[in-house]
């Protein structure tokens, strides 16, 4: 039984994921593959410097080739345009915040694997986010930080075109 939960993610995340994929399989893993054949033959490995670098490189790319295999395979595409209740904040939602400073927020509520907290790009399972989840504009939500409790009022709600 899986207990993680769904691994969300737009159809913008899911290509760019896709990209990285390829870029590894088809570009970096096969020129990488010629300079550790080339430094094979180089004699002995045990002190071949681009031999041993090569190898720890490539099991660097095939690891993170997994890693893009199974989170392409698990995601669950959704794509924001479609969302129906656009007066609430659900996934792909674009929310203008006000903290109790006055400081305004933008964030995006995406996938994790397209999460960039410097962007406003934020992970739907993120605090933020999950206190976000099925909020309307003039909502306060209290959100649990390291530093302390933080209340942020919803000033906008937006979704892409679709």
Same mark, same amino acid.
């Given at each position: 039984m899986n207990d $993680?939960?769904?691994n969300y993610i737009t159809p913008a995340g899911l290509k760019a994921l896709r990209e990285r994929y390829d870029q590894l399989f088809a570009v970096d893993r096969p020129k990488l593959v010629e300079v550790i054949s080339w430094a094979a033959g180089n004699g002995d490995r045990s002190e071949n410097g681009d031999y041993i670098y090569g190898r720890k490189k490539l099991r660097e790319i095939d690891r993170e080739l997994g890693h #893009? @295999? $199974?989170?392409?395979?698990?995601?669950?595409?959704?794509? *924001?345009?479609?969302?129906?209740?656009?007066?609430?904040?659900?996934?792909?939602?674009?929310v203008t915040l006000v903290?109790?400073?006055?400081?305004?927020?933008?964030?995006? #509520?995406?996938?994790?694997?397209?999460?960039?907290?410097?962007?406003? $790009?934020? @992970?739907?399972? @993120?605090?933020?986010?999950?206190?976000?989840?099925?909020?309307?504009?003039?909502?306060? $939500?209290?959100?649990? #930080? *390291?530093?302390? *409790?933080?209340e942020w009022e919803v000033l906008t709600i937006s979704y892409p075109a679709g």
């Open positions: $993680r939960p769904p #893009l @295999s $199974r989170r392409m395979k698990a995601a669950k595409v959704v794509d *924001p345009a479609t969302q129906a209740d656009r007066d609430r904040v659900w996934f792909g939602a674009t903290d109790e400073d006055d400081k305004e927020r933008i964030v995006t #509520l995406i996938g994790e694997d397209e999460a960039d907290a410097g962007q406003g $790009r934020i @992970s739907w399972r @993120s605090p933020l986010a999950r206190a976000l989840k099925g909020a309307t504009i003039g909502d306060v $939500r209290r959100v649990e #930080l *390291p530093a302390g *409790p933080k």
